[in-house]
């Protein structure tokens, strides 16, 4: 075989990297943001003055792959819709003085009401963006097609890329020889590796999508790229696309992409396409494809077929992927940071006790299910005696209630009030509704004799907390809370405006739209009314694409919503969720006395505020945030007031949620997360491996003191979350919103309560990786 690599040991003299040596790797050569000076040589001098008014002349801003911010005089040509990418617009362009063309695609308003749309360009930008910032200064980078900037925010969002060179292979059919042919196989199965070494499957490999200009392939834009592992997607025709990938079968494999390869190599040798079955009938008639015959390349299965770098062996030609590939990964050292700072979490959990093996079974008493008033209170006081309540008038007693064979009384119970951290034994005399006014009515059940009425009614009843501490104002608890399992409470910590309110309502979207369910997880409302009121306001105004107002300081602390979850037949627990403003939390006020008995914790943090990098300058500015390195103090608040166990660690489970990570989330590591959707089982090597991701990425962008939650909690995983996926305009999110894994947190909680079925409690070292 030829080597494929020798046309690009130059770079390409019309690309805008290219034009302007002096840019570097970090990409500016694309063009320079407003304030940006500018040499006498780059393409567009806006130095200058601008050219005179012209209908074809426009101004044109849009972020480099390296995300810096790019400003140039373009000149546009005549609209047309590309085949297979219905909803878009393509054009050519002309940046600046110095004439550098270039192809934009972009969504047109009028696709912009299919919510999935947006999606395909941000994931088309996603995988470009990962391409030219992996190979951008590689000689072999010519057999893809290269992005040059992007604009996800625009009223029409577009990316930009370089004109393709060549013409489509379709139209070589029968034209072409042998060395040739040969040269383009290989140049095709060396774009499959460099896709596959991103994780990344192009799914459109067809003679259409695939250019010669005599020397070399070009592959088209990555506009139908999957991911590899995520659930195959029907797409495609036969006889490029494989047969799994048509019927959507199984989950994505780089192999996929190699029976396109396959197809292309019979086609160009026979002239003529294969059924797109399986191995063609003539096959053995071409003995230049016995190679790839003998392979398993045209097997109907990607398990059966050779991976891209075996392919490029059998076809002799140089991996550029090879021994001596620059593969330094900056974020390595501080992976083995978060590997050691688990082992100093078991150590400490042990009590000092050095790591000489498994670690023992917490010395924790079992779980009663009917926990006494003795061992509740036990649980929240772990020191000292517990507030005493004020004197409360013992309500006047009521007649009997006739017996009755038809309602039995719920059993005994004792359950701690969430907001006053008392214990509450159900007493039927205090049972309430409440109307519409929030006015509390007595509810007398006595009568009620038929099951279906008096369990509604029941479903739908408050029970008054008896309880009133340091003045403390009344409150009540949906009734559920008293009657079924052992109560989950979730708190989110923030500052104000991180978005805790934001994902709350993204999370509690998701659980409404049957999120949970893969997981064996079964959601009711805690209280009916409560929650349809939550969802009115809260997460239909998000889904609609309205900004929620800021969470308003309160005198007394109030969960924001409820469920009762269960896991198959087993008895429903409740879980509420606190969501307070960030200055009730950052204040060591009596608001935040509640927080001794949260059994666990979000903690909820802002890319704006803690990380360090130059592509979130110009949204800061925009925003009024800026850099903290002290950390988020609602944080440092929260954790001195939680109680600790032996070893001075944070015995409820926590999670950090990086929330807001769409605006970072072309960086590598943000985009291996969350550019993928959630699996739909359980998966604790997963969490542990996103959270050592997580983990590395703050410690490498951002001052240790962000880092809190996860250094006191003796459990605490980290998540690439978003919630609303962009950045509002006023008070509205103009391409919509799009929740990215807001449910991780949470799931990640719910296996350290043993609330997931499957997933066992584990300490902070159990199943690391070494």
Known sequence: MTDPNHPNDRRD????????????????????GPNQPMGPDHPDHLSEPSPPPHPY??????????????????????DHRPPGRPGFLARRAVLGAGGVPVVQYRLASSAQRDPQAYGLLEREVAASVALERRYGGDKFVGILTRIVGFDLTAAEPFVLYRPPSGRPLSDWAGRIGAEDQERITGQLAMAVRLLGELGLVHRAITPENVRWDGARVRLCEPYAALRAGEARQPFGAAPWASPEQRAGRGSVDPRDDLWSVAELAYYLLSGRPDRGEGPPADLGDYRRLAALQ?????????????????????????????AGADTADVLT??????????????TLSRGGRPDTGPAPAPEVPARDPNPSLGSLLSKIFRNGEPPRAAPRATPPPRAAAPPSELVQPPPSRSRMCPHCLLPVEYDERLLVTI????????????????????????????????????????????????TNGEPLSIALVGSSSVGKTHLLAAMLGEIELGGLEPYGLKCLPLNPEAHRAYLRERVQSLQQGRQLGRTGQQTFARFADGLLVSAGGATPRPVVFFDLAGEDLAQDSEVGRFLMGVDAFIFVLDPLRALRLPSLEPVREQSGLRLRELGDEAFTTVLNRIPRQRGGLVAAPAALAVNKSDLVRFEPVVDRWLGRALPGRHDPAAVRAESRDAYAFLAHGASSAWLKPFDDCADCSLHFVAATGGQA????FPHGVRPRRVLAPLLSLFALCGLLPGAEPAGPMEGIDR
């Open 294 to 322: 003998h392979s398993g390349l045209f097997s109907p299965k990607a398990t059966e077929r050779p991976h891209p770098a075996d392919l490029l062996r059998l076809l002799y030609v140089a991996d550029p992927l090879g």
């Open 729 to 732: 305009r006023g008070d509205r």
């Open 13 to 32: 003299p019309d690309h805008p990297d290219d034009r302007n040596h002096a840019a570097g790797p970090s990409g500016r050569g694309h063009g320079a």
């Open 333 to 346: 050292p501080f992976r083995a940071r978060y590997d050691a700072h688990l082992a100093r979490k078991q």
């Open 57 to 78: 002349y426009q101004e044109l801003e849009f972020l480099t792959p390296r995300e810096a911010q790019s400003r140039f005089v373009v000149r546009y040509g005549e």
């Open 435 to 482: 109307d519409a006014k929030g006015n509390r009515i007595p509810l007398d059940l006595r009568a009620e004799r038929r099951p279906g009425h008096h369990a509604d009614a029941r479903r739908k009843a408050y029970h008054l907390c008896p309880h009133t501490v340091d003045g403390d104002e009344g409150h009540e608890l949906p009734l559920p809370y008293l």
